[in-house]
């Protein structure tokens, strides 16, 4: 999926000692050919506010308080380099039989399994893709990645969906089904259509990917461009 720092040329290693990196475009996804992946981790399952990564400035930001009472059952955040476009909504639509799927133009969606727990977001970690959820929000695309948290004593040996309990991904089936209801209402625009494995998971990366180059371009090659400018 990419390089290492130890790889990169000085002046890019230059960039990493004076400057922050943004969690969406700066961090690399991980090593190619790898399972495991670098997530950007927003929400802990005991913040009682909703984080949402600010995409101009790279900071987290509060974006609501969680209205109701239900929390997220594990961590969350993205996968740096990614992005819901066309490629990604063209697998939803095929595997939903909804043509009119679109992606929802947003990083790609993370929930990391992990037996610690962890206090607080804006952090990155390692973890390995076990399979997904796939979402669709409205008319858009919305798949969350399942994924454990590398050397994780309870969960880090899992290697596909099929190994967690039920009762664990029933709960967060019930919680992407529920955060957007309003209580008294039948208005709720989320539905979970399908539980994937870890192949299929991939799969959406991969394209996830692509459709991050294809958006926003090579960060290497721009860089480049703006050093000799």
């Known amino acids: 999926m990419g390089t290492t720092t130890k790889t990169r040329p000085p002046r890019w290693q230059l960039m990493g000692r ?9 961090v690399r996804l991980g090593e190619k050919d790898s399972d495991v992946v670098t997530c950007y981790i927003e929400i802990t399952p005991s913040d009682t506010v909703k984080y949402e990564l600010d995409k101009a400035t790279g900071l987290l930001k509060l974006d609501r308080p969680q209205r109701f009472s239900n929390f997220c059952p594990a961590l969350y955040g993205l996968l740096p380099q990614t992005y819901c476009g066309t490629r990604v ?28 727990p962890v206090s607080h977001g804006d952090i990155l970690l390692q973890a390995i893709p076990i399979g997904g959820l796939r979402m669709i ?55 979970i259509t399908h539980v994937y494995g870890r192949d299929e998971a991939f799969e959406v990366i991969r394209r996830a990917q692509a459709d991050y180059h294809e958006k926003f371009g090579s960060l290497e090659s721009l860089l480049d461009a703006a050093l000799k400018a």
């Not at 004076?18 to 700066?26: D, E, N, T, V």
């Not at 063209?90 to 799927?101: C, D, M, N, Q, V």
């Open 89 to 116: 909504a063209e697998l939803s639509a095929e595997k939903t039989g909804r043509p009119a799927i679109m992606g929802d133009q947003d990083p790609l969606d993370v929930c990391v399994l992990s037996e610690r």
């Open 18 to 26: 004076l400057f922050r990196a943004h969690p969406w475009h700066g």
């Open 137 to 191: 929000d409205g008319s858009e695309a919305d798949d969350k990645i399942v994924a454990v948290l590398v050397g994780d004593s309870a969960y880090g040996g899992f290697r596909d969906i099929q190994d967690c309990p039920k009762a664990l991904v029933a709960r967060l089936i019930h919680y992407f089904e529920t955060y957007k209801l309003v209580p008294g209402t039948n208005e709720n625009p989320c539905e």
